[in-house]
């Protein structure tokens, strides 16, 4: 899972950078700076630390987004495809979280944060669902079969 | 994948064996009904405040994740090397359509109807004697989210787009249908820990 992945179809072998392991990673900092939010409720902790994790979360995206970026002859047709579908069934998910939080009345800093990490997974939970697809595809394949 | 059937000698000499059709669609579209149905009925239950019903939501779907993911893990994963490659993806062909539209639901309602129960009953303020236990849980479900998200459902996908190739690669898929499987049973071996937490929080 963490390791450097491998386009396994068609006939040439290429080196993909490890998404799924960063992916998690970054998922990894995000929850661990929600399960500490949500850990003091209904308090108001300091959202410093909360805040670092998720910026880490971020900057794990990021690098996510730029290896991939650099990577020649992947099945970007195919990624898309599937990124887009993915995207929807998260929004719906997200979308429930967001509505049991604003329900609840959550006090703003912390819905504010908690907005950003859902933002932040928005890409992330999308981009390691169709790497992985996408990662047994060759460049060639303009979308799903 | 003829060189991969025959070489599994599970295949009758001489027999005809079709290749199991792949979906029409990845996702059954008539199973989304049943996501459907269980977010607006777990939606209703939340804006309602029916505590009880909150409680039979977070329990049954609940049940049903830590069922699912021991009964794949424990029971279909050590029948699966047994079973002759068109066997397997026969089953594969069946089964990982639905489970990308139940394991989800599943996993949404429960959280879903666990936050809402925690806000509700108060074990998640920080005076609460309990407080501990749920940290606990959410601890343990951020590991299994880790697992879900990471491992379980990318493999979950890959299998259902690779039988829709013209030439899927049996091998492939039989290595990733392991993966699903023995990943399945980390969370549903996760999942006792979980129990054991809520059974300490019902007590």
């Known amino acids: ?145 | 994948m003829d060189d991969a059937l025959a070489g599994a000698g599970a295949a009758r000499p001489g027999a005809t064996w079709e290749m199991p059709r792949p979906p029409a669609t990845i996702i059954p579209l008539p199973g989304l009904a049943f996501p459907t149905a269980a977010l607006i009925f777990v939606l209703t239950a939340v804006v309602g405040g029916w505590l009880a019903v909150l409680q039979f939501a977070h329990v049954a779907f609940g049940a049903a994740w830590t069922i699912v993911d021991l009964f794949m893990g424990l029971v279909i994963g050590p029948l699966m090397p047994r079973m002759s490659p068109q066997a397997r993806l026969e089953l594969s062909s069946r089964l990982m359509p639905q489970m990308a539209v139940l394991m989800p639901t599943l996993v949404t309602v429960t959280l879903v109807s666990g936050f809402q129960l925690s806000l509700k009953l108060g074990t998640i303020n920080t005076a609460h004697p309990y407080h501990t236990w749920v940290l606990a849980s959410f601890a343990v479900v951020g590991v299994m989210a880790l697992v879900a998200l990471g491992v379980n459902e990318p493999t979950n996908l890959a299998v259902l787009f690779e039988m829709r190739k013209p030439r899927p690669d049996l091998e492939l898929i039989g290595r990733l249908m392991r993966r699903f499987i023995y990943s399945s049973a980390v969370l549903g071996l996760m999942q006792l820990g979980t129990l054991i937490i809520m059974a300490r929080l019902a007590s």
């Open chain 1, 1 to 145: 899972m963490t390791g450097a992945a491998t386009a396994e179809d068609g006939a040439g072998r290429q080196r993909l950078p490890p998404v799924l392991g960063v992916g998690v990673l970054s998922l990894a900092l995000a929850i661990s700076g929600v399960s500490y939010l949500t850990s003091s409720l209904p308090g108001e902790p300091e959202l410093g630390p909360a805040i670092g994790l998720l910026a880490g979360a971020a900057v794990a995206v990021l690098v996510n987004i730029a290896s991939l970026a650099r990577a020649r002859g992947f099945a970007w047709g195919v990624f898309f495809t599937v990124g887009r579908w993915i995207l929807l069934a998260y929004a719906v998910i997200a979308g429930m979280l967001m509505f049991i939080f604003v329900y609840n009345e959550l006090p703003a800093r912390q819905l504010a944060f908690l907005v950003a990490t859902l933002a932040v997974g928005a890409i992330d939970v999308p981009m390691m669902l169709a790497f992985s697809v996408a990662r047994y595809h060759s460049g060639g394949d303009s979308g799903v079969p």
